[in-house]
C-alpha cells in the first residue's frame, strides 16, 4: 500500500503561482512512477503531469507548470506559473508501477485524496 497526501493547494489570481505537495508513504516509493491528474466541476478527471526519471505534460500546462520529485523525501511536486482560471480544479496525484501510458488514469494504483486550487480572473 501506498499512502498519497496532497497539499499547497488555495486561491490564487490568475498569473500567479502555487507549489503543490503529494507526500508519500508506505513502499519505497522511487519504485513509482508518479502523476497529476485534475477534475474540474462538472467535467471528467483529465491528466497533467507525470514523472519518473522523465517529465510529460499535457499540452495546456506546457511551460507553465513543472513536476519534480524529492525521492528522499518521498514527495512530488507541482509547480504552477502563470495560472488561468481554467487552470481551476481539485488536483490529485496518484502512484503507478512503470512509466508507460502514464496519461491514462487506469495506469495508477494509488491515488491522495485531492486538493482544490482555485484561480481567479
Known amino acids: 500500500q501506498v499512502q498519497l497526501v496532497e497539499s499547497g493547494g488555495g486561491l490564487v489570481q490568475a498569473g500567479g503561482s502555487l507549489r503543490l505537495s503529494c507526500a508519500a508513504s508506505?513502499?519505497?516509493?522511487?519504485?513509482?512512477?508518479m502523476g497529476w491528474f485534475r477534475q474540474a466541476s462538472g467535467k471528467e478527471r483529465e491528466f497533467v503531469a507525470a514523472?519518473?526519471?522523465?517529465?510529460i505534460y499535457t499540452d495546456s500546462v506546457k511551460g507553465r507548470f513543472t513536476v519534480s520529485r524529492d525521492n528522499a523525501k518521498a514527495t512530488v511536486y507541482l509547480q504552477v506559473n502563470s495560472a488561468k482560471p481554467e487552470d481551476t480544479a481539485v488536483y490529485y496525484c496518484?502512484?503507478?508501477?512503470?512509466?508507460?501510458?502514464?496519461?491514462?488514469?487506469?495506469?495508477?494504483?494509488?491515488w491522495g485524496q485531492g486538493t482544490q486550487v482555485t484561480v481567479s480572473s
Open positions: 496518484a502512484a503507478a508501477i512503470g512509466y508507460y501510458n502514464m496519461r491514462d488514469s487506469r495506469r495508477y494504483d494509488y
Open positions: 508506505g513502499r519505497t516509493f522511487s519504485n513509482y512512477a
Open positions: 514523472i519518473s526519471g522523465n517529465t
